[in-house]
């Protein structure tokens, strides 16, 4: 019994499902507090000959108000294993030990004794557990087994992942052993432009057989994600239509990657600073294809219909005829614009587009190219009686100091422009005032700067450092007496350091010589640097000159190594050449770097005569594409492996019918290896020949494999090439081609014509309609039913979800013909039952529906079982459905005859509830646990003889229910006292007539005997 104070358990759901128990969940502990003992509680203290019922926490009842039902979230997993006998006899340690381990996990078994196999299903409202329950059993049931998975040598990156990551990740969640094969020396062969055809790898997993098919899996869809993408270059169209493909700002190219590309493709066109570059497309296969046909059927209507206009436009200006200004000129005349390189004096501009808009462009070019202000400084004019190198230099110091303002930018003049005498300065901007002010500015600068304020030190290019100082102090030093000195940028070997002066003429001269004076002191203790120049052959200048092995060799010392005919020549050098290597530093330095070069100069000279032995092999012509292979692989890996430099001729429609020669150039050894293998595979080559299939193109997937599994095993045991179609071939799209060696292709011919077959018979496909209210039966709780027909026939079942809003329903059967079959007949055995089903609907009020179904659905399952329905929990569920929405209606479903004895039996019983009384007795708190079943349990002793309950004071059903109909009685009496009865008109006054004698027999027990002429008073009963 439940004290008043104790909080009671809310119900889980006043209307349980009839498939699986139900049970309240416990309520929380509470920390009590401490008091002292109520010693005159009846309750605590009872009269010693009554009995106390033992407080117990209230189960559901009729009176308990609904609370909202909050729904969890449940994770499930599901395993499949064919277990030994010694495995089922391991269960009843394995599953106990398994949910003492993860508690918070549910764990159902159940055996097929058809198929052999046990299916356990874990729920558990935390992911995690249910994984780790999962894995706990498997470690102790599944058999340890070796699995392998084929994948592309070319995705055994992406398969590893960045840092180990993939391969860790499905380490960590399945608890296997993965070991991936090293790369291979082909690495050219890898990479094939489609990796389901190339090479393949494979992967071996060791650990249970569950999680070895999940690692497979996960690998497998890795892959997957790999290969149904493709990347493709156009380097064919000419970049001239590159702004037109891309559109104003991208627009153009966005709108065909979510059109024809569908989303699934990403168009990257270089910018016009770029323009050498391809279009490259990338995204899923088909999408690939489409974007790439759509890209050509533009440019094909674009070279049929644009023409071209050239006009000059001050080079200057074509600032403006770029980024913004060209976009804008291609929006609004849909012609392009396009300028010389940066690096080209040319002022030739040229518009491209339709006919009828040139004139348009024309104009607008000019517009936007007149709206900016060009100024010059002609930097040699400024100065016109000094010589071109003066202008040069004048140039070169202003590179740095020309002065800014907004929206105004400076060129400087070309190489190229000051070579040719031009020495002009060119001043850019929108704003005409801001450009008037900044090209005065420069003329202030330059004008001053006559010959007479410029010096040239020819200083060793070794001493540089010494002459600026620590991070440029002594420069600092210099510019702050009015000199500016400008050294030559590092290891471009100049030795001409220039000197300007900004301050007074009249000082001029003697601050630069003093200058001068100074630079040669700090440049002293390069005084006795030693320059040589050596003779080592050109063709070894790249290899020895390296950055890398002048650094080895150079070590710490400072040494400047310049080789060719272009360079600084040092007095007492002989005039450089092409062979020519000058080093210059310290001697013992210089000495010791030029006997290194010599001497990998001779090592060098040495291995290129070893290894210019050269060698011949004559072949069929026809062979030369297949001895070089995809993109070179072949030849690549002779000159990987071999170091041999194989030579074809020139591809030739004549050289096909005849023998052509192939150059070998290398060592002897292996010039002679690498012309065995050639010959080796000519021989192969001539062997072989070419069988074509005719296989549906629906079939192509099962024979492929997943990733590429089993043609990769065929092609790999009988050494053939099996060719599927594709889209962008001329092959047939049911023709599959097997190529290789006479015997290898019979065999494999025979495996793949008898893999063909066994998946055809798997193949079998059928539809079967059935009403769409059978569906619901069909596919079982969660999918549960339509479970276990697919496991026990051996069949794919699909329900097409498109027929879901008419009357029938279709189902698609995949497999053999015997599953089919075996499927077909355990679903039309479904639809019977259904068909003979009944569905009635009744109206009982909601208040009656929780007694209806009893605690925990007991009562409603014995009154299933009492109208002749089923006994078993699984086959009562879905017979009688309560409303969750407190509403009357309850449906009842099941056979025609058990359906109306059913709803009959639930009629009859909800009048009887109807039609039930509540009366008052008066009953002292130490008789309550009388009046309960033994244990405390709330059935009352006259609850199977009369259908009559018995609701104590402290019960919280006891304030919901009415008053009792003889309240009158029970004025005088106390609250705590009277406990209420409820049953049928006639069972009611029989159980208060009951209840009034056991009271009275026990205040009659209560009464002492009195002696003789002594009064007895009646004590009160609560005292």
């Not at 070991?179 to 432009?193: I, L, N, Q, T």
């Not at 040139?358 to 002609?378: F, G, S």
């Not at 009195?1010 to 009963?1021: C, F, G, I, K, N």
Request: some cysteine.
């Amino acid at each position: 019994m439940q004290d008043a104070g104790e909080a009671s358990t809310p119900m889980a759901d006043p209307f349980p499902s009839l498939g699986e128990p139900v049970s309240a969940a416990p309520a929380p502990s509470q920390a009590r507090r401490e008091a002292r003992p109520d010693v005159s509680s009846e309750d605590a203290f009872p009269t010693l000959g009554a009995s106390s019922a033992r407080g117990m926490r209230a189960a559901p009842t009729a009176w308990v108000s609904p609370v909202p039902v909050i729904q969890r979230v449940v994770h499930q997993a599901t395993v499949s294993l064919r277990l030994s006998d010694e495995q089922l006899a391991k269960l009843n340690t394995v599953l106990p030990r398994v949910q003492a381990k993860c508690p918070t996990v549910k764990l159902e078994a159940s055996t097929t004794r058809k198929t052999g196999y046990t299916t356990f299903i874990f729920k558990g409202a935390n992911e995690a557990a249910v994984q780790l329950a999962k894995k706990e059993l498997t470690v102790q049931l599944a058999r340890r087994v070796t699995g392998t998975v084929l994948v592309p040598a070319s995705l055994r990156a992406h398969v590893i992942g960045a840092g180990g990551k993939n391969i860790k990740r499905i380490t960590e969640q399945t608890g296997v052993r993965i070991h991936v094969p090293p790369r291979s020396g082909d690495a050219a062969a890898e990479e094939a432009d489609d990796p389901l055809l190339g090479e393949q790898m494979e992967i071996t997993i060791e650990g249970d057989e569950v999680h070895v098919q999940e690692a497979q899996a996960l690998i497998q869809a890795i892959v997957a994600e790999r290969t149904s993408k493709l990347s493709q270059s156009l380097a064919h169209i000419e970049p001239e239509y590159y702004p037109f493909l891309a559109g104003v700002r991208g627009a153009r190219v966005e709108a065909l990657a979510a059109n024809e590309g569908r989303g699934e493709v990403t168009i990257k066109v270089p910018p016009p600073h770029h323009r050498h570059a391809p279009i490259l497309v990338h995204g899923e296969r088909a999408s690939v294809g489409a974007v790439v046909d759509a890209i050509e059927s533009q440019v094909r209507d674009m070279r049929a219909s644009f023409h071209t206009l050239s006009l000059t436009i001050p080079k200057r200006q074509h600032v403006c005829l770029v980024g913004d200004g060209a976009a804008d000129i291609l929006a609004a005349t849909q012609c392009s614009v396009e300028l010389p390189p940066v690096h080209d004096a040319s002022e030739s501009v040229t518009i491209r587009g339709p006919q009828a808009q040139l004139p348009l462009a024309l104009t607008a070019a000019l517009e936007r190219a007149n709206a900016i202000t060009v100024k010059v400084v002609d930097v040699g004019a400024l100065h016109a009686g000094a010589d071109a190198q003066h202008a040069r230099y004048l140039v070169q110091w202003l590179g740095g100091r020309a002065p800014r303002a907004e929206g105004v930018q400076v060129f400087m003049p070309t190489a190229t422009a000051l070579d040719a005498g031009r020495a002009h300065v060119d001043v850019v901007g929108k704003d005409a005032e801001a450009v008037a002010r900044v090209h005065r500015e420069l003329e202030e600068l330059v004008r001053p700067l006559d010959p007479s304020a410029l010096r040239v030190a020819d200083l060793d290019p070794l001493a540089h450092d010494l002459v600026a100082g620590k991070r440029g102090q002594n420069l600092k030093a210099y510019e702050a007496r009015g000199v500016d000195v400008l050294v030559p940028p590092e290891h471009s070997g100049r030795s001409d350091v220039l000197l300007v002066h900004r301050g007074a003429a009249a000082e001029r001269a003697a601050v630069l010589e003093a200058v001068l004076q100074e630079l040669a002191a700090a440049a002293a203790p390069a005084a006795d640097l030693q320059t040589a120049h050596v003779s080592i052959p050109a063709k070894h200048h790249a290899a020895l000159l390296d950055r890398t092995v002048l650094n080895a060799l150079m070590g710490e010392d400072r040494i400047q190594v310049t080789a060719g005919r272009h360079g600084p020549v040092p007095a007492g050098v002989d005039a450089r050449t092409n062979d020519s290597v000058v080093v210059r530093g310290a001697p013992a330095a210089v000495e010791r770097v030029v006997a290194r070069l010599q001497q990998m100069a001779a090592d060098a000279e040495q291995d290129s005569m070893e290894s210019s032995f050269v060698d011949e092999l004559r072949v069929p012509g026809a062979y030369v594409p297949r001895l070089i292979g995809r993109g070179g692989a072949a030849v690549a890996k002779l000159r990987d492996e071999l170091g041999v430099r194989v030579d074809f001729p020139d591809a030739d429609d004549k050289a096909r019918a005849k023998q052509v020669p192939i150059v070998l150039t290398g060592r002897k050894a292996c010039v002679t290896e690498a012309k065995a293998r050639l010959a080796a595979q000519v021989q192969r080559l001539a062997d072989e020949t070419t069988v074509r299939l005719r296989v549906p193109s629906e079939m192509h997937g099962a024979l492929i494999g997943p990733g590429g599994k089993y043609v990769s095993r065929l092609q790999d045991k009988y050494g053939v090439r099996i060719v599927f179609p594709r889209g962008d071939e001329a092959q047939a799209g049911d023709e599959v081609s097997v190529r290789g060696g006479k015997r290898g292709v019979a065999e494999a011919q025979a495996e793949l014509l008898e893999l063909l077959a066994y998946e055809q018979e798997r193949s079998q496909a059928e539809e079967l309609a059935v009403p769409q209210r059978a569906v619901a039966r069909i596919l079982g709780r969660s999918g549960a039913t339509i479970n276990q027909l697919r496991l026990e026939s051996g069949a794919e079942i699909d329900v097409e979800r498109e027929a879901g809003a008419g009357e029938q329903a279709v189902l698609r059967l995949r497999g053999s013909r015997a599953a089919i079959e075996a499927a077909r007949a355990a679903i039309l055995d479904l639809v019977a039952a259904v068909e003979r089903e009944a569905e009635l609907q009744l109206d009982i009020p909601s208040r009656f529906h929780a007694q209806l179904i009893g605690q925990g659905g007991q009562h409603l399952r014995d009154l299933i079982v009492r109208a002749g329905g089923p006994s078993e929990p699984r086959a009562q569920a879905q017979m009688v459905r309560f409303a969750r929405d407190r509403s009357d209606a309850v449906t009842v479903r099941a056979e025609q005859g058990v359906a109306q004895r059913i709803a009959e039996l639930l009629q009859s019983e909800a009048r009887a509830l109807a039609e039930r009384v509540v009366h008052g007795a008066v009953v002292p708190p130490r008789l309550h646990g009388q009046l309960v079943a033994r244990g405390g349990r709330r059935n009352s002793p006259w609850q199977q003889e009369h259908g009559v309950q018995i609701v104590l004071p402290n019960w919280r059903e006891y304030a919901e229910l009415e008053a009792p109909a003889n309240a009158t009685d029970l004025v005088d009496a106390d609250p705590a006292h009277i406990v209420k009865v409820l049953g049928g008109r006639e069972s009611v006054p029989q159980v208060l007539q009951a209840i009034d004698a056991l009271v009275a027999a026990d205040a009659q027990r209560r009464r002492p005997r009195a002696p003789r002429a002594a009064r007895v008073d009646d004590a009160d009963d609560d005292e």
